[in-house]
C-alpha cells in the first residue's frame, strides 16, 4: 500500500531533477561558501539544556498530511520573532510545499529576521539539497532513516559536515535508531509520528530514549503540546523537544514557549 511518506518521496524525486536542470553543483556551492559560518545547532541546544532548561526547536509549518492546513495566510517571520522571544534555542522551518505548504522564501525571511540556529526541515534524497540548503542560510538539516537507505544517510551527512552544518538524524523505531547511529551526529530525532501510517505516540521516544548512549542528544519529536508531555519525557533523561502545531496555533505563542521551555 502507498504510504503519505512513498508520495512525497516520489515528487521530492521530481523536485531534486528539477534543481540538477537549474543550477549546477558548482553554483550552489559557491553561494554556500558566500553564506556567513552556520549558526551551532547542537551547540545552542546543549547551551539551554546545561542551564537546566528544556531546549525547544520551534517549528513553523503552514499544513501537514496530518492536521491539514494549521494557520493559513501566517506571516512566518512573525512567527519566528515570536519562538525567538519565548527563548527558543532553534527553529525547524519546512520548506516543503506540496505537502507542508513551506518553501525557501519563507526561510529566507526568516533567517533574516532571527539570530538562533534554524533547521532546514524537508524529505532529503540528494546531497545537492544539503548544500542547496546551506546556501540558503541553513544550519543544520534533518535526515529521515526512513526515506534513505544507509549510503544515501551516511553522504547527506557527510556532505553537512563538510559544509559546517549540523545534522538531526530522524528515528521512529528500533531498526532505524541503530542505522541512525552508526552516523556521527549527536542529534538523534525519536519521532513520536509514524510518518508511514500518520500515528502519533508519546510512547515511542519512551521506548527508544534508553536505548541511545549518554553521548548522543536525542530530540523528542511530534506530539508534544503541554507542559505534562515534557514533564513525561523528561522522565526519561529527554532535554530536547522539537514542537509544531501546538505552538503555531496560539495566540500568545511567545509566552507559551516559556512555559515549555521551563517545564519540569
Known amino acids: 500500500m502507498t504510504t503519505a511518506l ?21 553554483d550552489l556551492i559557491a553561494d554556500a561558501k558566500a553564506q556567513p559560518p552556520a549558526r551551532g545547532f547542537a551547540g545552542a541546544l546543549s547551551e539551554v539544556v546545561a542551564s537546566g532548561e528544556n531546549a525547544l526547536i520551534c517549528e513553523i509549518k503552514r499544513k ?9 495566510g501566517a506571516n512566518a517571520a512573525d512567527i519566528a520573532i515570536d519562538y525567538q522571544r519565548g527563548g527558543a534555542a532553534c ?40 548544500v542547496e540548503s546551506r546556501a540558503h542560510g541553513a544550519d543544520c538539516i534533518l535526515v529521515i532513516m526512513s526515506a534513505v537507505d544507509d549510503a544515501c544517510a551516511a553522504e547527506l ?28 551526529s549527536p542529534l538523534i530525532g525519536i519521532n513520536n509520528r509514524d510518518l508511514k501510517q500518520m500515528i502519533t505516540d508519546l510512547g515511542t521516544s ?7 548512549a ?38 500568545d505563542r511567545a509566552a507559551f514557549t516559556r512555559q515549555l521551555r521551563q517545564a519540569t
Open 157 to 184: 551527512t557527510q556532505t553537512a559536515a563538510d559544509l559546517g552544518m549540523d545534522v538531526l538524524v530522524e528515528t521512529h523505531d528500533e531498526e532505524e535508531l541503530a542505522r541512525a547511529l552508526r552516523l556521527p
Open 64 to 72: 501537514s498530511p496530518s492536521a491539514g492546513e494549521i494557520l493559513p
Open 91 to 130: 527553529l525547524s522551518v519546512l520548506t516543503d510545499g506540496p505537502s507542508f505548504g513551506g518553501n525557501l522564501t519563507d526561510f529566507a525571511a526568516i533567517r533574516s529576521a532571527v539570530s538562533i540556529p534554524m533547521l532546514r526541515k524537508d524529505f532529503m534524497i540528494d546531497p545537492l539539497q544539503v
Open 6 to 26: 512513498d508520495r512525497i518521496l516520489e515528487y521530492k524525486a521530481d523536485e531534486v531533477r528539477a534543481l540538477k536542470r537549474s543550477r549546477t553543483y558548482g
Open 214 to 251: 549518554g553521548s548522543r542528544q536525542i530530540i523528542s519529536e511530534s506530539g508534544i503540546s503541554e507542559p505534562g508531555h515534557i514533564h513525561r519525557l523528561r522522565i526519561f533523561g529527554i532535554r530536547r523537544f522539537l514542537i509544531g502545531e501546538s505552538l503555531m496555533k496560539r495566540s
Open 206 to 212: 519512551e521506548r527508544l530514549a534508553p536505548k541511545v
